[in-house]
């Protein structure tokens, strides 16, 4: 499979949105409103441009997005900061031959070399213990809202990050709870 992972540009954003909307849009467990997400979270001061991934394939054309963006883990006063993982996507006609693995494991090879040292996700969980992404329950870290424990999950992506936060709670930035 030729694909390549590059940073997006402004000028792929509608193309990007594009992408998120279909991949999502039939999916039982989306609302589907994940691409108003995308757009909102590059207008905020969450968003690092360099955490922003497209997939290419070999006609250039955009096949999968990756999305990490700033959050905290706060308990008690002090906080940690970290990433949230939201959304990845894969045209679906790609689905299943690999490209999302490809985003996964760029993404986080430069989150790490941007210096964060966690990322947290609510996901499938099969897909992401896959990268050693595990239950935020082991850590006691907490939901802002109800979610099904097994699909909240975080990797540290430096090792003992998260031991300060034991009972902490994810803090979204703001775009998370626009509609």
């Given at each position: 499979m030729?694909?390549?992972?590059?940073?997006?540009?402004?000028?792929?954003?509608?193309a990007t949105?594009a992408?998120?909307n279909r991949a999502?849009?039939?999916?039982?467990y989306s609302?589907?409103?994940?691409?108003?997400l995308?757009?909102?979270?590059?207008?905020?001061?969450?968003?690092?441009?360099?955490?922003?991934?497209?997939?290419?394939?070999?006609?250039?054309?955009?096949?999968g997005?990756?999305l990490?963006?700033?959050?905290?883990?706060?308990?008690n006063?002090?906080?940690?900061?970290s990433?949230?993982?939201?959304?990845?996507?894969?045209?679906?006609?790609?689905?299943?031959?690999?490209?999302?693995?490809?985003l996964?494991?760029?993404?986080?090879?430069?989150?790490?070399?941007?210096?964060?040292?966690?990322?947290v996700?609510?996901?499938?969980?099969?897909y992401y213990?896959?990268f050693?992404?595990?239950?935020?329950d082991h850590?006691d870290?907490?939901?802002?809202?109800?979610?099904?424990?097994?699909?909240f999950?975080?990797?540290?992506?430096?090792?003992?990050?998260?031991?300060?936060?034991?009972g902490?709670v994810?803090?979204?930035?703001p775009p998370?709870w626009?509609?």
């Amino acid at each position: 499979m030729d694909i390549t992972i590059r940073q997006e540009t402004p000028a792929e954003y509608r193309a990007t949105e594009a992408l998120v909307n279909r991949a999502f849009g039939d999916e039982s467990y989306s609302d589907p409103t994940e691409h108003v997400l995308v757009e909102n979270l590059r207008e905020s001061e969450a968003f690092i441009p360099e955490l922003s991934l497209v997939a290419l394939d070999s006609g250039e054309r955009i096949v999968g997005h990756i999305l990490l963006s700033r959050i905290t883990i706060e308990d008690n006063g002090s906080a940690v900061d970290s990433l949230a993982l939201a959304p990845m996507s894969v045209a679906p006609e790609r689905q299943n031959q690999g490209v999302g693995t490809q985003l996964m494991r760029d993404a986080l090879k430069r989150a790490g070399e941007l210096g964060f040292s966690s990322v947290v996700v609510l996901g499938h969980p099969e897909y992401y213990a896959k990268f050693g992404f595990e239950r935020v329950d082991h850590w006691d870290i907490h939901a802002p809202f109800e979610v099904p424990p097994e699909a909240f999950m975080v990797l540290e992506l430096t090792a003992h990050a998260l031991d300060k936060v034991q009972g902490g709670v994810v803090q979204y930035s703001p775009p998370f709870w626009e509609e």
